[in-house]
């Protein structure tokens, strides 16, 4: 015996066998007839009817271009803000630039200039930390006679035992980093000063028409500190007096002249651009340095002379700036 009930459109078969021949009852007995409203058809031509398909067209259409609108805004959007990076990144390259007329402007490595002429003068010899870093990253780090010059040495004092061509080479590759980096402009660069340039640093009378040879027999009574003999306290790090140092000391320990610019005189003998007289394997020296005690070579106007490959330990040099009254890229 079988029983069997419907609930709904479900059927559900219920069995309860009462002995071995039970059947189940017939389908066509159970199943109702399907309304209307769940046949397939019907629904389906009721969209057609609520939603046209001229409508779905549009939507569909519409849709494309919201997605295209969306797609525009976001790429104007990424533009502009890329734009505006950019400016920003250029307007932070353009304040960082040395200009004509920049006072104590500071470079990538920490060192300072002061505008004297048409360029921007160093105000203190090239540090042992500047010329560390170029050494680093160049193959200069093999010649290795500055990191031992025979007395110590700390980041701030003077590089010594470098040559007038190591000197050339640190301004090539400072002129090539801060180009790169955004702090010089393509018409600026690094170099060692002319004589003419660190005449007019040290205060000397325009001088015109003679090589730097002649200069050491015209010795102007001037010295970086006035007229006075012997130096006064505080002058620079020479040997003629006691000033705290046997050998070099910190840049910047004694007092600047009247461009804010300190140890022309003492501490280390500088490099400069031009050769001494005739002799291409030679260049002028200027300055005076920590061993230096003759009254004659303190003298603003007093050159000495080195061969380009020499080095020794109280050589050094500094740098300036030239093109700094260009107008920037």
Not at 142 to 167: H, I, K, L, M
Request: proline share 6%.
């Amino acid at each position: 015996m079988a029983f069997a009930f419907v609930c709904g459109s479900r059927r559900q078969e219920i069995q309860f066998v009462f002995g071995a021949h039970a059947r189940p009852l017939p389908v066509s007995r159970i199943d109702p007839v399907q309304p209307q409203w769940q046949s397939v058809e019907w629904r389906r031509n009721l969209r057609h009817k609520l939603m046209p398909r001229w409508f779905k067209t549009f939507l569909t259409v519409w849709f494309v271009f919201f997605l295209i609108y969306l797609s525009g805004l976001a790429f104007c959007h990424g533009r502009i803000r890329q734009e505006e990076r950019s400016v920003a990144s250029s307007a932070e390259a353009l304040s960082r630039q040395p200009s004509s007329g920049s006072s104590d402007w500071e470079n990538s490595l920490g060192m300072k200039f002061v505008q004297v002429g048409d360029v921007l003068f160093g105000m203190w010899e090239t540090r042992v930390r500047d010329f560390e870093t170029f050494a680093n990253a160049t193959a200069r780090n093999n010649a290795s006679e500055w990191r031992t010059p025979g007395f110590p040495q700390e980041p701030t004092y003077p590089v010594v035992c470098v040559s007038w061509e190591d000197a050339m080479a640190f301004c090539k590759w400072l002129t090539k980093k801060e180009r790169k980096e955004g702090w010089l402009t393509a018409h600026q660069r690094y170099r060692l000063p002319t004589d003419a340039e660190w005449s007019m640093a040290a205060g000397c009378r325009k001088e015109t028409g003679l090589v730097a040879a002649s200069f050491a027999a015209f010795i102007a009574p001037v010295y970086p500190w006035g007229k006075a003999w012997p130096p006064p306290p505080q002058a620079g790090n020479y040997a003629v007096t006691e000033d705290g140092y046997r050998h070099t000391s910190p840049v910047g320990s004694f007092n600047p002249n009247r461009f804010g610019i300190h140890d022309l005189a003492g501490n280390v003998w500088e490099w400069c651009m031009d050769r001494y007289g005739e002799d291409n394997n030679a260049h002028t020296l200027r300055g005076g340095a920590w061993n230096s005690k003759s009254q004659d070579v303190l003298l603003s106007s007093y050159r000495g002379l080195g061969l380009t490959w020499c080095r020794a330990a109280d050589r050094g040099f500094r740098c300036v700036i030239e093109g700094a009254s260009d107008t920037p890229d």
